[in-house]
Each structure stands twice: as C-alpha cells, then as structure tokens.
C-alpha cells in the first residue's frame, strides 16, 4: 500500500513539474475570404506530422460558425510547441471537403502560413508554426 501511494506520489509530482516546464499559450484562429455564410468551418488544429496527416485524428477538431464571411476562435491553456491548421468551409454540413469527380476540391480550403495546396495538402513543414507562451494569431484566407 505504501508502495502504491510512493508511487502516485511521484507520479502526481512529474506531472507538477512537468506542466511548471512547459509554458502554455493561447492561439487565435481567423478564417476569412468566405464567399457565404452557409455551412460551418471545419478546423483541424495538429501539433505533430502525424496527426497532421491523419485527417480523422487531429490534436483537436472544432466545428465554426460563420459570421459576416469569417470565423474566429481562441483557445487558452494550450502547451507552447509547433502547431498546424488545416480548415475547410463546409458549406452543406455534410462533414465532407467535397470534391469533384477528378477529386479535386470544390468547397474553399486553407492552411496555416497560407501555405499551398499544389497535388495534396501542404507538408507539416509549410504549414507549420512554432506558437511560444505569448499569444499568437493564425489567419487563414481563402481566394
């Protein structure tokens, strides 16, 4: 029992310390260039090549309203690091970017950096940005 208590004790402390190491942030994500305000916007905010990636598994998934041709969220409490967006504007709320029948987009799209989507999305290290303890804005503009 004793052992058991040590242990989450040490765990408990790492966990304390861990977070003192590891400064936290608050991200502001603007989208705007809307050609409607119909649908939503589907953001993927990624913190790593992987869930960059993987579409169905990003760091955290947000579904926005539009107002006025943009949308607009900030989130606090997030650890400093490198972050990536990857947003769509659904504007039949089908959950879908929907394509054509060549597969190519045919609902606006966007990603941090506005970086390019040239045969696929962007790679993690175009879209990426290091977001540090201060607050950061990331606007996307979609044409």
Excluded: R
């Excluded at 861990?18 to 603007?30: L, S, V």
């Excluded at 050609?35 to 760091?59: D, M, Q, R, T, W």
């Excluded at 990857?86 to 941090?112: C, M, Q, R, V």
């Amino acid at each position: 029992m004793i052992k058991n208590l040590s242990l989450i004790f040490l765990i408990l402390l790492n966990i304390a310390i861990w977070a003192e190491d590891n400064p936290k942030t608050k991200i502001t994500i603007k989208i705007n260039g809307l050609k409607s305000n119909s649908g939503s916007i589907k953001v993927a905010l990624c913190n790593s090549s992987e869930n960059y990636k993987n579409h169905n598994a990003p760091f955290m998934g947000l579904n926005l309203p539009i107002t006025n041709k943009q949308a607009e969220i900030t989130l606090s409490d997030l650890p400093a690091g490198y972050y990536a967006v990857k947003a769509f504007h659904d504007e039949n709320n089908n959950n879908d970017l929907d394509t054509n029948f060549l597969g190519i987009p045919i609902e606006d799209y966007g990603f941090s950096n506005n970086a390019k989507a040239i045969f696929g999305i962007p790679s993690w290290n175009k879209a990426k940005m290091f977001i540090s303890e201060d607050s950061s804005v990331i606007i996307i503009s979609f044409n």
